[in-house]
């Protein structure tokens, strides 16, 4: 194992519990806290460390350790990339991998740490956490996702989508059929009692951030529905608050509603990209191939002639939202 990170408690610590200390620190939850001690990746002074019930005191000196299983996973983890040339790379994001980390301090693989461990060049504007990201997908989300290879190309791509010339498309399943294709223009606040979640609230709210969505239909079966999502602006988590203020809710979506039995992942996938290359000016689209999990369910439940789903299997979502409108 690899140290990772080493610090001391402040003097306002002094006999604090171990692992009180660690939450706090860590911006971690209890239970991990008592996962990494179980799993003795906390050094104190030097030594490893179990007990989570230990007073700290000046001259303490605390150190986490990298999981062995962790870097197995890493090497095992393969992302797609879609395009590639010296300025920028779209790839195809798997779920349950985050973008980039939250801060200096969280333990997470991530994105970027993938990109660097493969020796892709990328633009550091800003802080070192968000090397290269352009845009970002949510945890639970896959598909398509621009990188920037250098500064000059991030910040005309990050114009680019200032000014709403990227086309972002996306397809999901949600579990109650849309009365109408629709746009909707409604702004995003956090929610008040749960920070990490969004809501809609009205124009007038000083609180909420412009957001603009359209939803647009694409097959029914029964009480499901696969739709295609189009981002005019790229809030977090803007398609699933904007569904939810519709009482429409994305399969496997619980955080923000759904209710079914759909458990395996959350079906919402980036799935095409259109845009100006910011230097040889050429235009660029980029279909991202569905993962096998949401392929295999979108064949099974919306497909009668499952023989036409294949691996490469696209829907032209940039054609039916034009002539949806």
């Given at each position: 194992?690899?140290?990772?990170?080493?610090?001391?408690?402040?003097?306002?610590?002094?006999?604090?519990?171990?692992?009180?200390?660690?939450?706090?620190?860590?911006?971690?939850?209890?239970?991990q806290i008592h996962s990494l001690l179980k799993n003795e990746r906390?050094?104190?002074?030097?030594?490893?460390?179990?007990?989570?019930?230990?007073?700290?005191?000046?001259?303490?000196?605390?150190?986490?350790?990298?999981?062995?299983?962790?870097?197995?996973?890493?090497k095992e983890l393969y992302i797609p990339f879609l395009y590639e040339?010296?300025?920028?790379?779209?790839?195809?994001?798997?779920?349950?991998?985050?973008?980039?980390?939250?801060?200096?301090?969280?333990?997470?693989?991530?994105?970027?740490?993938?990109?660097?461990?493969?020796?892709?060049?990328?633009?550091?504007?800003?802080?070192?956490?968000?090397?290269?990201?352009?845009?970002?997908?949510?945890?639970?989300?896959?598909?398509?996702?621009?990188?920037?290879?250098?500064?000059?190309?991030?910040?005309?791509?990050?114009?680019?989508?200032?000014?709403?010339?990227?086309?972002?498309?996306?397809?999901?399943?949600?579990?109650?059929?849309?009365?109408?294709?629709?746009?909707?223009?409604?702004?995003?606040?956090?929610?008040?009692?749960?920070?990490?979640?969004?809501?809609?609230?009205?124009?007038?709210?000083?609180?909420?951030?412009?957001?603009?969505?359209?939803?647009?239909?694409?097959?029914?079966?029964?009480?499901?529905?696969?739709?295609?999502?189009?981002?005019?602006?790229?809030?977090?988590?803007?398609?699933?608050?904007?569904?939810?203020?519709?009482?429409?809710?994305?399969?496997?979506?619980?955080f923000y509603g759904y209710q079914g039995d759909y458990s395996k992942?959350?079906?919402?996938?980036?799935?095409?990209?259109?845009?100006?290359?910011?230097?040889?000016?050429?235009?660029?689209?980029?279909?991202?191939?569905?993962?096998?999990?949401?392929?295999?369910?979108?064949?099974?439940?919306?497909?009668?002639?499952?023989?036409?789903?294949?691996?490469?299997?696209?829907?032209?979502?940039?054609?039916?939202?034009?002539?949806?409108?």
């Amino acid at each position: 194992m690899q140290h990772i990170h080493s610090f001391s408690p402040n003097q306002e610590d002094f006999g604090t519990r171990l692992d009180q200390f660690l939450v706090k620190s860590l911006n971690l939850s209890r239970n991990q806290i008592h996962s990494l001690l179980k799993n003795e990746r906390i050094l104190l002074n030097n030594k490893k460390v179990q007990k989570n019930g230990i007073s700290l005191k000046e001259g303490d000196k605390i150190t986490l350790l990298e999981q062995e299983k962790t870097q197995k996973e890493e090497k095992e983890l393969y992302i797609p990339f879609l395009y590639e040339d010296e300025d920028l790379l779209i790839l195809n994001k798997p779920i349950d991998l985050i973008t980039h980390k939250a801060n200096d301090k969280d333990l997470q693989f991530t994105l970027i740490d993938y990109l660097k461990k493969h020796s892709i060049p990328l633009s550091n504007l800003g802080d070192n956490t968000r090397e290269g990201i352009v845009h970002r997908l949510d945890k639970t989300t896959s598909g398509a996702m621009i990188i920037a290879k250098n500064n000059s190309t991030h910040e005309l791509l990050s114009l680019q989508i200032k000014e709403r010339q990227i086309q972002r498309y996306y397809l999901c399943v949600i579990d109650n059929p849309l009365k109408n294709n629709i746009i909707i223009e409604t702004p995003l606040m956090r929610h008040p009692k749960n920070r990490l979640k969004y809501i809609t609230t009205n124009s007038k709210d000083a609180r909420g951030k412009e957001a603009k969505s359209a939803f647009f239909k694409i097959q029914s079966q029964g009480n499901l529905e696969l739709i295609g999502a189009k981002l005019f602006s790229g809030r977090t988590h803007q398609i699933r608050a904007h569904l939810a203020s519709l009482n429409r809710h994305i399969l496997g979506d619980y955080f923000y509603g759904y209710q079914g039995d759909y458990s395996k992942r959350i079906l919402l996938h980036s799935h095409f990209l259109s845009f100006i290359h910011p230097k040889s000016k050429k235009l660029i689209e980029i279909y991202a191939p569905l993962y096998k999990d949401m392929l295999s369910y979108i064949k099974e439940n919306f497909y009668k002639d499952k023989h036409e789903i294949t691996a490469e299997f696209k829907i032209p979502l940039h054609e039916l939202f034009s002539t949806s409108f």
